[in-house]
Each structure stands twice: as structure tokens, then as C-alpha cells.
């Protein structure tokens, strides 16, 4: 997505008046312009010329986001040190700007109102010159208002221009409310002249109330308070982003000819060693290469506690080290780094738009025009009916300067920043408008198990060892033989010993055996390591050592063999154990009225053994990855589906789902394939993330109702309407009042966002699906096989099985014996029967 800058809009019209006119370059596929940023993401094959020409046409300014140009700005690049993201272009210019405008209408308006209503209604004392001087009251409100006319000459630029254009917008309504009031009131002091030249003074006091300066100047005023407070608002919601911007290091020091050498950030270059002190800001992405410390990595994931760092560990750049001096190679460097991708993506975010915007848009694209109509056709209904020019003309000024398109046109927007924001802050990153939308809606969560709802690497959990044998020995002697082993599980029983403090012995004559264990001498004795198989062959292994075995197997534990000479030395089990907080996910998601279901390559002993300690609704085992892909295809006829998951092999299933969302600490390709990323790689944050888009997505739905409700009570109220019934008169600088409020309304109430708790589970309510909907149950088959002796048979049969028509996917295990096949349709038992005989296998009744 390439995004630009946008200058000149002011609301939701203009808007939606750039995004059609880029719409209609050609090679330009979407396009989305927010008011909130001023900025605008447009994807596609167009020449940004083009586009920049295609906004200048419609009567706004544009430039490449980051360019150094000014208002065209075709391609002059981004700033220096390859960042597109320019901290200086979220700063707030607008309110300083807008602050000396209303300070300075204030002055002119003081003495104004003093006049005009002060000394015309209060009878307030005035030099003497003016007392009974009638004309030189209204020659000095003409001057006073006219100076600030011209102080905000911008309403009037704007406003016309944007007629000219065949585009009016929220300024045309004021230009056209505060001209038609000064207008008004300069023919009012015209005919006063001729009146008091012809000693008609009856006529002078007419024509003096028929003055409207005092309306035509405190409209602008009041308007531009509005704008300020909105300003201030708007800037408040863009904090998270600066907050980003402004953890990015400045300086890096660096290793040069083999001296520390303190370079701008943009001279790092990926390979460039780099060191960092205690105190200082890690300036690039990297891997430690000497040194230990502890790293405060809040800034990017919203931990508190800091996370150990030593020898290949990787470092991220805006995070603090706390402790140690460490040395690193840095490996990500500009824009290619965490810090930077964040940023994009909370930018990105912030220039797309949600679905729900689009009718706020449509109603945008028309309001102004419809609302002069509706001014228009109300000054010539009252003076139908009979009314005064001057009481008709108040109506229709009332109807233009209370219509505000500015608060429908905001009211989604920042609630999307903001709650971009708050996500970003706690880690959890919406790439789009659409996904902190979406998600909320999920009605199914599909969880895959390794590295998502397991830790993902292998954990010694039991130590039993044999008769007359102790704990310590048994660990030693599995400490000692499978430290040359490259298995993963290897690597478990290895960091078991060292957490016991265990020094591994040594081994001569190591051998690997795929698919048994591992053999060696110890001293001169021979050592084994296994399954049960293998160790059968080398030693007597008792029944009670077998019973527990299968009892560990069925909790989804790995039990592993050993023994020395012809001794039993014992068992210790393995097993990817699930993250402390995963049980408490998944039950928080199910308080919300969702759907738990794992899904794995894994084993169906071990998924549904690890699917029981999480509490998950349903496990699919056996499936792999264009498996994973197809089940949630299934999944989604059911119900909105949210897929999380972390590896390569995630990647199709997250693209599938109506939601993918990748734990933090995965892969770049599931990161990439995914609509949110969470940053902790904690279960925890999916109810968060779902708590916080119903969150936004609620405050949406307040902002529109009340911009809605607003224009649709406020017009009516404008026009006069209720004056026949209740006697309800609105003067237009109350019109004028409560349209600068509306927006300002708006802003503040989405920035009650930044309250909200994301992980406070006690309010959660449960949203259940429609009951209209046809809940589609998956049928499930289980077939018990005779013949299966390896993972190759299993696959094998597995393939047999999934090519039957109607077969969803089927879950082989050789070691129990069984194949669990999903179906999509009913199929035959018979059907399923055949499909595996026809692979030599036997399947008993």
C-alpha cells in the first residue's frame, strides 16, 4: 500500500470526494482517505503523478507520504535514513494555528457582541458619538464582523472552493451561513441609511434588528473553537503512534576498524557489529554475540518484566538494556526492523477503513449537498408562509451552520486509532481497519497446538526410574548418552540435568538408530536409550514399567527407555507442556460464547490428551497443513472463524480463516499471512484481542447513533419546525455552537477507549450465534486397523482414507491401532472399509 499525504480536506464530504476521484484513476484497485490523519493508502499499479493529479483535480493538495516536497511532492523519496514514517507529520499544527485564529476573533468579537446586543438590548453605555448615532453602530459592527470574516478567511477560501469544484463541503456550509448573515445585514444597514435620510425612524429601529453581524461573526468563532477542541482530540489519538515514533534510537555505536564508533542510525547496515551498555536503547535488530543482560522489551510487546538475553538470542531495536554489556550483529536494520513494522502496521491501520465506515461515507458523500437544498427550500417555505425575510433567512441559516458531516465522518475512524493504539500498547497489533473490526465478530476460535497452546519445545515431566536405581543416576545416565543426539527430545532430557545441576558423563561408540534409540559404552558397559521396542530387545523391561508408560502415553507424554548392561535404569517422559495461561484462554473465549477447537498434526493420543488439560470444545488431529486449510474452510459453514497459529505450516489456514492471528514469536510467513500478530505470544491475548475489537466496534455504534441522532433531531430543530407545535425557536450562533461541539463529542467519547482494561474478563459477554443459522456438526468415523506398524503405514492409510469422497480428513495412529475420519457427508462404513483393505491393511468390526 502506498500512502499520501492529503491537505485542504475539512469533512467527511471532502473525503469521500478524494477518495472517488482517485478511485477513478486507472490501475488504482482501492482506495481509502482518512480525515482523522489526513492521509490516504491507495493499492494498485497507478503512477503516484497521477494520483497526486487526480487530488489536485478535485480541489485538494497531495503529496507521497514522507516526501520532503511540499504539496505535490512526486518523487522526491522519503526522509533520510530510509523511514516512511516522519514523526514531525503526526505533530499537532493545526491547533496553534487554529488557537491564535479564535484568540483574535475573541478580541473583535467582544466588542462586537458588546454593541450589538450589550448596549442594543441592555441599554450598556457607549461614547457618546454612538448613542442615538444608529448607522455608526451598524458601520462599526460591519467593520468588527469583516475582520473576523477575514481572520478566518480559510471557511471562506475552502467553502467556495469546494463549490467551484462541484464538491461543497463542511466549510461551504459555514461560508454560506456567516456570507448570508453579513449580507443580510449589510442590505439591512442600507435600507437603514435611506430610512434615517428620510426621518423615517420607525424604520432605522426595523431595519437595526434585522442586523445579523454579531450571527455572522460568531459562527465562524464558535466553529472555530469547535475545530480546536477537535484538533486537540484528534491528536490525542494518534499518541500511540508518536509514542512508537519516538522510542526509535537516533545514534547507534558501532565496532569500525575495530574502534567503537558512535553513527547516525542510518548509517547501520545489516552484518554491522553494534554494543549496548546498561541504560541504553538497543538501536537495531540483531543476535547477541557476547555478554548477558536482562532487556526491558515493553516498548514493542507491553511486558513488564524484562526478558534474559545472552549468546544468540535475538535483540530488538527500542528495547532497553537493563544490565549487562552485550555485543551484537545486527540483522534488521531501517525499515526492516520490529519497531519499524509496528509502526507500519499501526499506519496502515490507521489509512484503511473499516467495513461499518462505508455507510457513514455514503451519507458523507451527499450530506452537504442535500443540507443547502434543505436550507434553500426552508427560507422559501417560511417566506411562503408569510414570514419576514429576516426570520426566514435566520431559519436557513440555523439548518446550514447545525448540519455537521465532520462528526458521521469521524465517528469511525478514531475509534479505530484509538483502539489500534491501545492495542499496540499491549501488544497486540490489527494490520487493518477491517481485522480490529472483524475479529470481535468471531463465533469459532481454532487453536493450533505447537507453539500456540504448548510452549512448543519438549520438557522433561516425569522421572521413574527402575528398582534400586535413583533419580540422580537415571538422569545422569540419559544426560550422558543423548547428548551427541540431535533429537529434539534429547535436548529436553539435557536441560533437565542442567537444571539439577547435573554434569553429563561421557560415552564411547555413540550410534543412532533411527526409529529405535541410541546406543554407546560407558566405561566399558553398554548404555541404551529408547522406546519400549527397542529396549524390550536389550533388557528386561517389568510390567509395572510398561503400565506406566501407557499411562503416560495416553496423558500425551513421550515416555523414554533406558538401561546399562543388563539393568532396567528406568523412564523418563517427555512432552511439549502447555503454556501456564493456555487453560485460562481458552475458558475466558468460551465465556464469551465461542467455539474452542485445536487443531494438529500431532498424534490423536497425544492431541486429545493436551486438547483435555486445555478444556478446548474439539480436537482434529492428524491433519496436515493443506489439512489445516480445509478444516477451517469446513469450519467457516458453521460459524466467523479466527485461526491462530505460528509456524510455516499455519500459514494457509491463517490466510483461509474469516481472522488469522499469529502468536508474536512465530514465523515471518504465519506473521505475514496473519490480520493481527500478538507480540507476548501469549494464548491469553486472543480473548483480549477479540474483547477489544467488541470494544471499538461498540464505540463505533455509539459515535454513529449520536452523529446520526444529532443531524437528524438538530436539522429539523434548525428549520423551524417545531416552532408551529412547541414554539421552538433556534437562534444560529446556537446552531453554530452545537455543531462545533458535535464533532468534538465524537473524539472524546472514542478516546474513552484508552480506559478500556482488554484483559478484565468479569464483564465479558457472551455473543451467540444466530439461531437461524445451520449449525453443520462434523461426523466422525473410527475404524480399528490391524497391520500398521510405522509412520509410513500411517500415511499410507491416511491417504487412502481422505481420497473417498465426502472424507474431510482422517487421523491415523499406528501405535493405537485406529484412524478417525472426519466426514464432510455421510459416508458408508463399507466405503471407508474398502478404501483401507485395498492398502493390505485389516480393519476388524
Not at 422559501?380 to 440555523?398: D, K, M, N, V
Not at 469446513?634 to 472463524?641: D, N, P, S
Request: net charge negative; aromatic share 6%; with cysteine.
Amino acid at each position: 500500500m502506498e500512502q499520501y499525504t492529503v491537505t485542504g480536506m475539512s469533512c467527511a464530504a471532502c473525503s469521500a470526494r478524494v477518495e472517488k476521484a482517485v478511485s477513478k484513476v486507472p490501475g488504482v484497485e482501492s482506495c481509502s482517505v482518512s480525515l482523522l490523519t489526513n492521509s490516504m493508502g491507495v493499492e494498485g499499479s497507478a503512477d503516484a503523478a497521477d494520483i497526486i493529479a487526480a487530488v489536485k483535480e478535485a480541489g485538494y493538495g497531495a503529496s507521497v507520504k514522507g516526501s520532503r516536497s511540499g504539496e505535490d511532492g512526486a518523487g522526491s523519496g522519503p526522509a533520510a535514513g530510509g523511514a516512511a514514517f516522519d514523526e514531525d507529520a503526526l505533530a499537532d499544527h493545526e491547533t496553534p494555528v487554529l488557537k491564535k485564529r479564535l484568540f483574535s476573533s475573541l478580541g473583535f468579537l467582544a466588542v462586537l457582541m458588546y454593541f450589538s446586543m450589550g448596549h442594543m438590548m441592555w441599554g450598556w453605555p457607549v461614547p457618546e458619538f454612538f448613542a442615538d448615532n444608529h448607522v455608526a453602530v451598524g458601520l462599526l459592527q460591519l467593520l468588527l464582523s469583516a475582520a473576523v470574516m477575514v481572520i478566518n478567511q480559510k471557511f471562506f477560501i475552502s467553502g467556495f472552493k469546494g463549490l467551484l469544484h462541484r464538491a461543497p463541503n463542511m466549510d461551504t456550509l459555514v461560508a454560506l451561513g456567516s456570507a448570508a448573515s453579513f449580507g443580510w445585514s449589510v442590505y439591512a444597514l442600507f435600507e437603514m441609511t435611506e430610512a434615517q435620510l428620510n426621518g423615517d425612524m420607525a424604520g432605522v429601529m426595523t431595519y437595526m434588528h434585522e442586523f445579523y453581524f454579531e450571527s455572522a461573526a460568531m459562527i465562524l468563532t464558535l466553529i472555530t473553537v469547535g475545530k480546536m477542541l477537535e484538533a486537540r482530540s484528534k491528536g490525542r489519538t494518534t499518541d500511540a503512534l508518536k509514542g512508537l515514533m519516538k522510542l526509535a534510537p537516533k545514534t547507534a555505536v558501532v565496532e569500525r576498524d575495530g574502534v567503537e564508533t558512535e553513527v547516525p542510525i542510518a548509517q547501520v547496515k545489516k552484518g554491522d557489529i553494534f554494543v549496548v551498555r546498561p541504560g541504553e536503547n538497543i538501536p537495531v535488530d540483531g543476535v547477541v554475540l557476547e555478554g548477558e543482560s536482562a532487556v526491558n522489551e515493553a516498548a514493542l510487546t507491553g511486558e513488564s518484566i524484562p526478558a534474559d538475553k545472552g549468546p544468540g538470542d535475538m535483540v530488538s531495536a527500542a528495547t532497553v538494556n537493563q544490565s549487562g554489556f552485550i555485543r551484537c550483529e545486527a540483522s534488521r536494520v531501517g525499515e526492516d526492523t520490529t519497531l519499524f513494522q509496528i509502526i507500519k502496521m499501526v499506519s496502515d491501520a490507521a489509512a484503511t477503513k473499516a467495513p461499518i465506515a462505508k455507510v457513514a461515507d455514503r451519507v458523507s458523500g451527499v450530506f452537504v449537498p442535500a443540507v443547502i437544498a434543505i436550507a434553500v427550500l426552508t427560507v422559501i417555505g417560511w417566506l411562503a408562509a408569510g414570514e419576514t425575510y429576516g426570520f426566514a433567512l435566520a431559519r436557513g441559516i440555523s439548518v446550514l451552520v447545525i448540519s455537521c458531516p465532520c462528526a458521521l465522518g469521524l465517528a469511525t475512524p478514531v475509534a479505530i486509532m484509538v483502539g489500534n493504539g491501545l492495542g499496540a500498547k499491549n501488544g497486540l497489533l490489527f494490520k487493518t481497519a477491517v481485522s480490529l473490526e472483524e475479529t470481535g465478530k468471531t463465533e469459532i476460535v481454532v487453536l493450533d497446538k505447537t507453539g500456540t497452546i504448548t510452549s512448543g519445545e519438549p520438557r522433561v515431566t516425569d522421572l521413574i526410574p527402575g528398582e534400586g536405581v535413583q533419580e540422580g543416576e537415571l538422569l545422569s545416565m540419559a544426560c550422558a548418552l543423548e547428548k551427541k543426539s540431535e533429537h529434539p527430545l534429547a535436548k529436553a532430557v539435557l536441560l533437565k540435568a542442567e537444571e539439577e545441576g547435573l554434569a553429563p558423563g561421557t560415552v564411547t561408540e555413540f550410534k543412532a538408530l533411527p526409529g529405535n534409540g541410541l546406543t554407546a559404552l560407558a566405561e566399558g558397559t553398554p548404555v541404551y536409550g529408547g522406546n519400549l521396542r527397542f529396549m524390550e530387545t536389550k533388557v528386561s523391561v517389568p510390567e509395572a514399567a510398561r503400565d506406566q508408560a501407557l499411562a503416560l502415553a495416553e496423558n500425551g507424554k513421550t515416555p523414554l527407555f533406558f538401561g546399562s548392561g543388563e539393568r532396567f535404569l528406568g523412564i523418563i517422559a517427555v512432552a511439549d507442556v502447555i503454556k501456564e495461561d493456555s487453560p485460562r484462554a481458552v475458558k475466558e473465549l468460551q465465556n464469551m460464547g465461542i467455539r474452542v477447537v485445536m487443531l494438529t498434526g500431532d498424534n490423536e493420543r497425544t492431541a486429545r490428551a493436551v486438547g483435555r488439560e486445555a478444556g478446548v470444545d474439539e480436537v482434529i488431529a492428524g491433519v496436515l497443513p493443506d489439512g489445516k486449510e480445509s478444516a477451517v474452510r469446513a469450519l467457516k459453514e458453521q460459524g466467523r472463524v479466527a485461526m491462530v497459529g505460528d509456524g510455516i505450516n499455519d500459514a494457509p489456514a491463517l490466510t483461509r480463516a474469516d481472522t488469522g492471528i499469529a502468536i508474536g514469536a512465530g514465523t515471518d510467513i504465519a506473521i505475514d499471512a496473519a490480520d493481527v500478530v500478538l507480540m507476548k505470544s501469549r494464548l491469553s491475548d486472543v480473548p483480549a484481542a477479540i474483547r477489544l475489537s467488541r470494544a471499538a466496534l461498540r464505540n463505533i455504534h455509539e459515535n454513529l447513533f449520536w452523529a446520526f441522532f444529532y443531524n437528524v433531531v438538530g436539522i429539523p430543530l434548525a428549520m423551524g419546525l417545531f416552532i408551529p407545535v412547541l414554539g421552538w425557536k433556534l437562534n444560529p450562533m446556537f446552531g453554530a455552537a452545537a455543531m462545533s461541539l458535535s464533532s468534538f463529542c465524537v473524539v472524546s467519547n472514542a478516546l474513552r477507549l484508552n480506559f478500556f482494561d482488554l484483559h478484565r474478563a468479569d464483564r465479558d459477554r457472551k455473543i451467540k450465534a444466530e439461531k437461524k443459522k445451520k449449525e453443520k456438526k462434523i461426523m466422525e468415523k473410527t475404524l480399528k486397523i490391524e497391520g500398521m506398524m510405522c509412520g509410513h503405514c500411517e500415511a499410507r492409510v491416511k491417504k487412502a482414507l481422505e481420497a473417498v469422497p465426502g472424507v474431510e480428513s482422517a487421523a491415523v495412529s499406528h501405535e493405537a491401532g485406529t484412524a478417525v475420519v472426519t466426514l464432510k457427508e455421510d459416508v458408508a462404513y463399507d466405503v471407508l472399509k474398502k478404501a483401507v483393505e485395498d492398502q493390505d491393511y485389516k480393519v476388524i468390526d
